[in-house]
């Protein structure tokens, strides 16, 4: 089933280097509409539970004591064609490979510190959003 939202999260070293309205004006003027949105400080458990598909991996504590070093902005987004025109707008993992103008060319220090989050399907998008934002959240 294909959706029209995805989710993001501008990533502790976005918000750190002040980046996060800067980040959110290059997501507006790409025509997405935030429909829910949240500046937190993830826990641990809620940092493990978000990257658990990577928890085999041997970068997993690595990610999770990432995202749990700084607070976030976490958003829900809404366009035609979301999560396919979102990951365009921010551009490849790592920031080297990102095309000019992405959001990770832009704003990312590094294949880890790559700024921003984005869904990479309709179903994820809903269990990421989920995970963040109860119904009531969302408008």
């Not at 507006?28 to 997405?32: E, L, N, V």
């Not at 990257?51 to 041997?58: G, I, K, L, M, N």
């Given at each position: 089933m294909t959706t029209n939202r995805t989710f993001t999260m501008?990533?502790?070293d976005a918000v750190k280097n002040g980046h996060t309205g800067a980040i959110l004006n290059d997501i507006?003027?790409?025509?997405?509409k935030?429909?829910?949105?949240?500046?937190?400080?993830?826990?641990?458990k809620q940092a493990k539970k978000f990257?658990?598909?990577?928890?085999?991996?041997?970068f997993y504590m690595d990610l999770v004591n990432f995202m749990i070093s700084g607070p976030i902005v976490a958003a829900v987004l809404e366009k035609d064609n979301a999560?396919?025109?979102?990951?365009?707008?921010?551009?490849?993992?790592n920031p080297k490979d990102a095309a000019e103008g992405?959001?990770?060319?832009k704003y990312a220090e590094s294949i880890e510190a790559n700024a921003v989050h984005?869904?990479?399907?309709?179903?994820?998008a809903a269990i990421e959003?989920?995970?963040?934002f109860s119904m009531y959240e969302r408008f």
């Open positions: 501008i990533k502790p507006i003027h790409a025509g997405f935030i429909v829910a949105m949240k500046y937190v400080q993830l826990t641990e990257y658990e598909v990577h928890a085999e991996r041997p999560i396919e025109d979102f990951r365009k707008l921010i551009g490849a993992t992405t959001i990770r060319n984005g869904s990479d399907s309709n179903e994820n959003s989920d995970l963040h």
